[in-house]
């Protein structure tokens, strides 16, 4: 089993400023690996797929980097619609996922 | 546009079969060859694959549950199932069904997902 970890479990930010967030891999992934947004009470929702390339719809303030084993996702300038919980997902294998990091307001 | 709905039983007894259905609007689940998948996520916490199928019946389970998941997939009515046996109340969650965005491969990214069911373990 590849297990993803993901950092820091919270995050707190201000509206209008940076989150950056990590994910590592138990062992290389390669570029298979997937982001996801999830607000209470709904599904995950696709982000970035392939480490760096958005998914339809998702706007360029999302941004996706790395490669192997060390993965960061990116929110530029966060709104209010963006405080979530946000999910790797490594599909180099069966599939797995990391804990999950929280993004709130600061 | 395609959409996923999960059915079943909200409700299951300790050390019965858990028992869903996801439905498929706006595709066909034998004229692609995409695999559909099970993942679950139990309150509060992340998300775990259950398994995937693809319409000719080719299956992949998550090896921690392997010994209790089988899957099956009806094209007549355009839905795959998930049954769950000797469920204990580590498995009460949130169940989804989901596509990977890849064709031929049981293992992708997910990129649609049905709104999810509660199933909760208790007698």
């Known amino acids: 089993e590849i297990v993803m970890t993901q950092s820091p479990a919270t995050l707190s930010v201000s509206p209008g400023e940076r989150a950056t967030l990590s994910c590592r891999a138990s062992?290389?992934?390669?570029?298979?690996l997937a982001w996801y947004q999830q607000k209470p009470g709904q599904a995950p929702r696709l982000l970035i797929y392939?480490?760096?390339t958005r998914a339809i719809g998702i706007p360029a303030k999302f941004s996706g980097s790395g490669s192997g084993t060390e993965f960061t996702l990116t929110i530029s300038s966060l709104q209010s619609e963006d405080f979530a919980v946000y999910y790797c997902?490594?599909?180099?294998?069966?599939?797995?996922f990391g804990q999950g990091t929280k993004v709130e307001i600061k | 546009q395609l959409q996923l709905q999960e059915s079943g039983p909200g409700l299951v007894k300790p050390s019965e079969t858990l028992s869903l259905t996801c439905t498929v609007s706006g595709g066909s689940i034998s004229s692609s060859n995409y695999y559909w998948g099970w993942i679950r996520q139990p309150p509060g916490k992340g998300l775990e694959w259950i398994g995937s199928?693809?319409?000719?019946?080719?299956?992949y389970y998550n090896p921690s549950l392997k010994s209790r998941v089988t899957m099956s997939v009806d094209t007549s009515k355009n839905q795959f199932s998930l049954k769950l046996s000797s469920v204990t109340a580590a498995d009460t969650a949130v169940y989804y069904c989901a596509r990977p965005g890849q064709v031929y491969s049981y293992s992708g990214y997910f990129d649609s997902w049905g709104q999810g069911t509660l199933v909760t373990v208790s007698s």
């Open positions: 997902q490594q599909y180099n294998n069966w599939p797995t």
């Open positions: 392939g480490a760096s």
């Open positions: 199928i693809h319409y000719s019946g080719s299956t």
């Open positions: 062992q290389s992934v390669s570029s298979n």
